[in-house]
């Protein structure tokens, strides 16, 4: 004779079958996010907008992120592998003979044993600055170049182009892992685009007679408002703050100035 459920044992007999679905769903993504960590054994690390990052990894080995820059680690028995994804990436590097560190950038490598460096990825190239010891930068089918403490290259897809550095343009480079930002008589438009990587709403150059005039300093890279007042002070540059916290740059001229007095009475 069959047995009789009750309407109450029916309801926690289903409901005992959807926990048991839940716990198994929940095991496989886990089990599926372990096997992709154990299989691929890529970390990656990113330091957002406005971000710098410090990260130590599993050799002791240091990678500095500046903002908006993303990495994949991948360490093996043989090698130590980073991909840089984009931005902006500064490396000190734990010696280890037995397994060099590499480091992938667009189309090029970069290879060091116990080193120091720093590798930016511009629209059209890649910067590297070396800071400490030796690497070799190798790319497409061009010969393997050594780069040593205070010289750098410009990397393309076809070329490799060494440059020698000095002091004061390497402390330059790698100011920004003191969060500063040095600049040396730099045109305002090159200036501006270096305080936009770390802002959310951007200054803008509204005349062109804005962009090519230069100024010098050293400011925080997330104080923009020393670097605006700067302007105001030294150069016929006047600023329009926007709603959203962008900034205009405008030329000023005795017209202006005269417009904008008459405007505050």
Known sequence: MPEI?????QRRLSRNIMIAA???????IF?????????SGV???????GEI???TLDDGSIVHLNSDSEVEVR???????????KGEASFEVAPDSERPFDVEVRSALIRAVGTAFNVRMRPALTELTVTHGTVTVHCGNKAQQRVTAGNGAVIQPRTIVLTRLGDRLVSQRIAWRHQMLELDGETIEQATAEFNRYRKAPILIGDTRVSPLRIGGRFRVHDSRAFLSALERTLPVRTVRGEDGSVMLLYRDEE????????RS
């Open 256 to 263: 202006s100035t005269q417009a904008s007095e008459s405007d």
């Open 5 to 9: 459920v009750s309407e109450e044992q």
């Open 43 to 49: 970390d990656r690390y990113e330091a957002a907008l």
């Open 75 to 85: 360490f093996t028995g043989h090698g130590r592998k980073v991909r840089i994804v």
């Open 53 to 55: 990052r410090d990260v």
């Open 31 to 39: 089990a599926a996010i372990v096997t992709v960590r154990t299989f």
């Open 22 to 28: 839940a716990v198994a769903i929940l095991f496989f």
